[in-house]
């Protein structure tokens, strides 16, 4: 059981807009303390998409953004491609530096 | 550029110990700009944060893995390393080494991963 609640998985039709909810608490991401995104494709690691909340680190496409607001964040992805089709983890951290990930989120692009 | 190298043994047996080296390239280990962390992931499954260490040799890990976790840094050998106790079979994992930014404690750069079994 994570810490960080995420839907297992999403859809959407290419170009379309999906959104990935990521949940915590106030001792977490209430606590203000800042959400990343990360991209995983199978049989490979991850690789940071979104950085404290709502930056995206150099290549990253602008298709991808990010939001936090009180004990939640949201990835947003715009324009959805066929290669958008992956895994997508939050994490944030608590008080202990205790780093914490979300369950994962599985996009299929139909 | 930061690059990072998982290395150690592919399979352990059961009750025994899991040793796991990183190897940093493009960046000293002692910059205080990062952490150190490992991270695992079970086949099929999601991330899960086992521990990070500074350069200064403070460590963080996850509560539920703490009593069989060590970490320590080589700072001649530009490496950091990750030691797992009593090891079982829920500890078959890809484990996975990165660098943890040390404002935002994002994990920016990763390393490829390396595949332990725990088998007998």
């Known amino acids: 059981q994570s810490v960080l609640t995420q839907p297992p998985s999403v859809s959407g039709a290419p170009g379309q807009r999906v959104t990935i909810s990521c949940t915590g608490s106030s001792s977490n991401i209430g606590a203000r303390y800042d959400v990343h995104w990360y991209q995983q494709f199978p049989g490979t690691a991850p690789k940071l998409l979104i950085y404290?909340?709502?930056n995206r680190p150099s290549g990253v496409p602008d298709r991808f953004s990010g939001s936090k607001s009180g004990t939640s964040a949201s990835l947003a992805i715009t324009g959805l491609q066929a290669e958008d089709e992956a895994d997508y983890y939050c994490q944030s951290y608590d008080s202990s530096l205790s780093a914490l990930f979300g369950g994962g989120t599985k996009l299929t692009v139909l | 550029q930061v690059q990072l190298q998982e290395s150690g043994p592919g399979l352990v047996r059961p009750s025994e110990t899991l040793s796991l080296t990183c190897t940093v390239s493009g960046a000293s280990i002692t910059t205080t700009t990062y952490y150190w962390g490992w991270i695992r992931q079970p086949p099929g499954k999601g991330l899960e944060w086992i521990g990070t260490i500074y350069y200064s040799g403070s460590t963080y890990f996850n509560p539920s893995l703490k009593s069989r976790i060590s970490m320590s840094v080589d700072t001649s050998k530009n490496h950091f390393s990750l030691r797992l106790d009593s090891v079982t079979a829920a500890d078959t994992a890809v484990y996975y080494c990165?660098?943890?930014?040390?404002?935002?404690?994002?994990?920016?750069?990763w390393g490829q991963g390396t595949t332990v079994a725990v088998s007998s």
């Open positions: 990165a660098s943890l930014t040390f404002y935002y404690y994002n994990m920016d750069v």
């Open positions: 404290r909340n709502s």
